[in-house]
């Protein structure tokens, strides 16, 4: 436990995995989802920390002129989590609650209030230096969450439920050997994991483009789990998606290259692709997340160069003006021989296996002809 609490000491604001809600997340819903694949490579839109820093100077000064405009809380509780400060998030979660009734609060707001400052305080407790040894915060924090989906049990996608999952994972005690296993397919005691991926895979992908999980090894060793899941079509069929599968199995592989800690120890994503395939995929995942990098960094530096002049897209309608959005690059495709790969394999070894034989018996009986004409003369 003393080594496990050195290495999440080390890790722990990127072991965080939460989803808040502000003005963004209604944006941000209104536009749906985005693609797993952009999720794993890191292709959405992050936003810099003058971003947040300037929202929040802002809604301060209009809470003071508007106290009963609940919204405004949210805006300045997630700015101030997004910059890492997360008592002050939490204080600004306590300020709303003072005014819900005064406002006459509707559910969405109620819901809104326990969603963030749950998250805030998870956020917090994993600032804590001892925080495996003091999970009071915790525990406070898993009842935020809980008492949110009593009141909208399917919001932010569903994916809420898991995020509530992995919490009381990390309140629970370790198993022998150091950690138990979160995978939500267990967690949620699912009796048919098959039905339920489609919504895994959406639940978990929210966490990641939601919230801090992009920097979380564990979130994206399930998600490559639960890609890698067998999950029937609707034809019947028994399907797999390998190749997205290894995508997340390699963005985690990558977190861990850069320090991130895994918790997770059962992860087996890692054996779900045909060893054949690991190659091209690989090259994919590097080209995808070279131009995911290549697009936030032009993105943030727009935005960096508008606001440090004062403007900022909240109030500006002329913000956008200048962007220039570009596409998301597809995948690559294998080209003729890798699509036919494993196909030209099985005929070579249907031809050795039928033709092997048929070629043995026709050298078998032209020899014995050939020594049935020497005993003839």
Request: aromatic share 8%.
């Amino acid at each position: 436990m003393k080594t496990l609490a050195t290495l999440l000491a080390v890790g722990c604001a990127a072991l965080s995995s939460a989803c808040y809600w502000d003005r963004d997340s209604l944006e941000f819903e209104a536009k749906r989802m985005p693609e797993v694949l952009q999720a794993i490579t890191g292709r959405f839109d992050r936003n810099p920390p003058l971003y947040y820093s300037m929202r929040l100077e802002r809604v301060t000064g209009e809470i003071t002129q508007h106290p009963d405009q609940l919204s405004l809380y949210d805006d300045a509780g997630v700015s101030a989590s997004r910059l890492g400060h997360q008592d002050e998030a939490i204080r600004w979660m306590e300020q709303k609650r003072q005014h819900l009734d005064s406002a006459h609060a509707n559910s969405d707001d109620r819901y809104k209030t326990e969603s963030n400052e749950g998250t805030f305080e998870l956020l917090a407790w994993f600032a804590l230096p001892d925080h495996l040894h003091n999970r009071t915060l915790l525990k406070r924090a898993i009842g935020r969450i809980e008492q949110a989906l009593s009141i909208n049990p399917h919001a932010h996608f569903d994916r809420e439920k898991y995020q509530l999952a992995y919490m009381r994972w990390l309140a629970g005690d370790p198993g022998k050997d150091g950690i138990v296993n979160w995978m939500p397919v267990a967690v949620l005691d699912h009796k048919d994991k098959s039905a339920d991926r489609a919504a895994q895979v959406k639940g978990l992908t929210g966490l990641i483009v939601l919230g801090p999980a992009w920097e979380n090894p564990d979130i994206l060793g399930a998600l490559a789990d639960t890609l890698g899941e067998p999950a029937k079509s609707s034809a019947g069929r028994r399907d797999r998606t390998p190749s997205t599968a290894y995508l997340a199995t390699l963005r985690r592989q990558e977190l861990i290259g850069k320090g991130q800690v895994a918790l997770d120890k059962t992860f087996f994503g890692e054996g779900s692709l045909d060893s054949g395939d690991h190659a091209y995929v690989e090259a994919q995942y590097e080209r995808l997340r070279a131009e995911a990098d290549t697009y936030e960094a032009r993105r943030a530096e727009y935005m960096e160069t508008r606001m440090k002049a004062g403007r900022h897209p909240d109030i500006d309608a002329e913000f956008w003006k200048g962007w220039v959005e570009v596409p998301p690059p597809a995948v690559e495709p294998m080209g003729w021989f890798g699509r036919h790969r494993r196909d030209l394999a099985t005929y070579a070894i249907m031809m050795i296996l039928v033709a092997g034989p048929v070629l043995l018996l026709w050298l078998v009986i032209r020899l014995a002809l050939r020594l049935n004409r020497r005993i003839s003369r």
